[in-house]
C-alpha cells in the first residue's frame, strides 16, 4: 500500500532527497523523522522561505499503483 505522508496523511508517491540541512530547516520538529510527501514538504519550505530548488537531488521518482517513473531534474528554478 505504500507510506503515508505524515503530515495530510494522503499515500507518498514521490521519493526525493534533499541535504539533511535543507530538511531541518523547512520540516517542522514534530515530524523531522517521519514521511513528508513532496507536496507537504514544498509547503513547509514555502512558509518557512527554505529555498530547496537547487538542492533536489538529480532524481525523482514517482511510484504509483501500475508503474514508476524516474524524473531527471535538469533545471531548478525558485519561486518568487
Not at 36 to 53: G, T
Request: net charge negative; aromatic share 12%; glycine share 4%.
Amino acid at each position: 500500500m505504500g507510506q503515508r505522508c505524515k503530515a495530510c496523511g494522503h499515500r507518498d508517491k514521490f521519493n526525493f532527497t534533499v541535504p539533511d540541512e535543507i530538511w531541518a530547516a523547512a520540516v517542522p520538529a514534530e515530524l523531522q523523522n517521519k514521511v513528508v510527501c513532496l507536496a507537504c514538504f514544498d509547503d513547509f519550505a514555502a512558509e518557512r522561505r527554505v529555498d530547496y530548488a537547487t538542492r533536489l537531488s538529480s532524481s525523482l521518482w514517482f511510484a504509483g499503483a501500475a508503474a514508476t517513473f524516474e524524473f531527471r531534474v535538469s533545471t531548478a528554478v525558485p519561486a518568487d
